[in-house]
């Protein structure tokens, strides 16, 4: 086997690497690293993948910084097209809050001649163990019954939305879980969303921080509405809220399968 | 190694094999299925880890109908308590709409003498690809921004809760996916759902149906929801509503990362 693309070979393979337990990421993207010309990715995806010894010593490296998801979509669908075999590296699942949306951002909104020679290139997406059921597994099993996934940052969307969400997810009593709650240059979002879901849940209402599962220093805290507060939460955190139905049962959490009665009258 | 269960070293994972591709299961699962003393599970999901050659010869099979989760989950909770390896087999992800809340409630509403036992088992959820996210795969990224998932299914809870989760989520503009959506024994449902869908959304918003994805006779179809039918959907298929910014781009559909305006008032 050549590390020369050939004209015909070119694919992208945007592929999920998981929460970080290298004995979670699946057979399917390990076939792909094992094959792929080129990697892309933020930079610390890539370093992980090297670190393990998973790439192999001829595979071009092409590490970025977590604002440069579209340019970084761009310069992979240029090398898939002129024969590369692309690996994009995505934490968790490439479709949850990562990688394939940007890929497909990037074509759709390409110049036209980039577009017509782009959209002749393999794409595929390689799922992956996403975080919200990567800690949900640790936790028991909170996301057992109906559910939702909101990425609590305002960087791609106006805040009202996400409050708007939250009160409506908080209505329909679904579990929810929060990707990206609460970061450096976003320091209030978290304390405003905890304070609106004090408004429509009950204070003993269960919730879960999950700070790098799967890792070494994975951290687990469970506790009621009432007593969380927003530090308890960074960008490693996913934090998963009960529905109405959620139980403790020894050091677990569960939300059972069947659901008793209408919460509140239909809207 | 000997397959005699040791009263010390019992214990009960409960494992996701993914969608249904042998490439999808995690090497963790694969870890455990190599260890466990017994695997339990509904029977097509043993009889396709003995036809693809995962167990060993010794290990010993439990299979059982899937409306017997609660026998099923106490069953493997009393093997494990008795020193066995136990397997609890699940098909996608565990704890989403599979066995991991079932072994959770079993546990929680034993008799007093059996929780206080069972509650010494170590139990463990070892993750999965969910059906959900192996369908988003297939289809590109029609859950790259908020999402919610409705098990459809009416056996566990009552029809009107289904029904005002659909108009919550349309409300909250949420990608949405659906499991269940439609069996021989519930014939109208999935036909309800529609309905209720085509009040709250435009005709022209996309819905893709996914059938048994990542297999030999997968089957993809997406349409719009003005011509949506409910004979599109089965027991085996993954239902996948867009968002109102769901997009198809080539063969492909996604939602793009960012949002760019309030769709409806607060409510």
């Known amino acids: 086997?050549?590390?020369?693309?050939?004209?015909?070979?070119?694919?992208?393979?945007?592929?999920?690497?998981?929460?970080?337990?290298?004995?979670?990421?699946?057979?399917?993207?390990?076939?792909?690293?094992?094959?792929?010309?080129?990697?892309?990715?933020?930079?610390?995806?890539?370093?992980?993948?090297?670190?393990?010894?998973?790439?192999?010593?001829?595979?071009?490296?092409?590490?970025?910084?977590?604002?440069?998801?579209?340019?970084?979509?761009?310069?992979?669908?240029?090398?898939?097209?002129?024969?590369?075999r692309v690996l994009m590296l995505s934490s968790g699942d490439p479709g949850v809050f990562a990688m394939a949306a940007a890929v497909f951002e990037a074509l759709d909104t390409a110049a036209e001649a980039d577009k017509n020679t782009w959209l002749q290139v393999s794409i595929e997406v390689q799922p992956g163990i996403t975080a919200m059921l990567a800690a949900a597994a640790r936790l028991g099993a909170p996301l057992g019954h109906d559910f939702c996934a909101i990425n609590l940052s305002d960087n791609l969307k106006p805040w009202p939305i996400i409050e708007q969400r939250l009160r409506l997810a908080a209505q329909a009593d679904f579990a929810m879980a929060f990707y990206n709650p609460r970061s450096q240059s976003r320091p209030t979002g978290f304390m405003r969303t905890l304070d609106v879901l004090r408004e429509c849940c009950e204070p003993q209402r269960?919730?879960?921080?999950?700070?790098?599962?799967?890792?070494?220093?994975?951290?687990?805290?469970?506790?009621?509405?009432?007593?969380?507060?927003?530090?308890?939460?960074?960008?490693?955190?996913?934090?998963?809220?009960?529905?109405?139905?959620?139980?403790?049962?020894?050091?677990?959490?569960?939300?059972?399968?069947?659901y008793p009665e209408l919460p509140h009258s239909t809207p």
Chains 1, 2 share one sequence.
Not at 56 to 80: C, F, G, K, P, V
Not at 217 to 233: F, G, I, K, S
């Open 206 to 258: 269960l919730i879960a921080f999950a700070r790098n599962t799967s890792r070494i220093d994975e951290r687990l805290v469970v506790c009621t509405l009432a007593e969380a507060t927003p530090e308890m939460a960074d960008m490693r955190t996913l934090v998963i809220v009960g529905s109405s139905q959620t139980r403790r049962i020894g050091p677990h959490i569960y939300t059972p399968r069947s």
């Open 1 to 84: 086997m050549s590390s020369t693309p050939s004209s015909h070979a070119g694919w992208l393979r945007i592929v999920g690497l998981g929460p970080g337990d290298g004995t979670l990421i699946t057979p399917q993207v390990h076939a792909s690293i094992a094959d792929a010309t080129d990697a892309l990715g933020y930079f610390p995806y890539v370093e992980r993948l090297q670190a393990e010894g998973h790439l192999s010593t001829h595979i071009r490296l092409h590490a970025s910084d977590n604002r440069e998801e579209i340019a970084r979509a761009r310069h992979a669908l240029q090398l898939a097209a002129s024969g590369a």
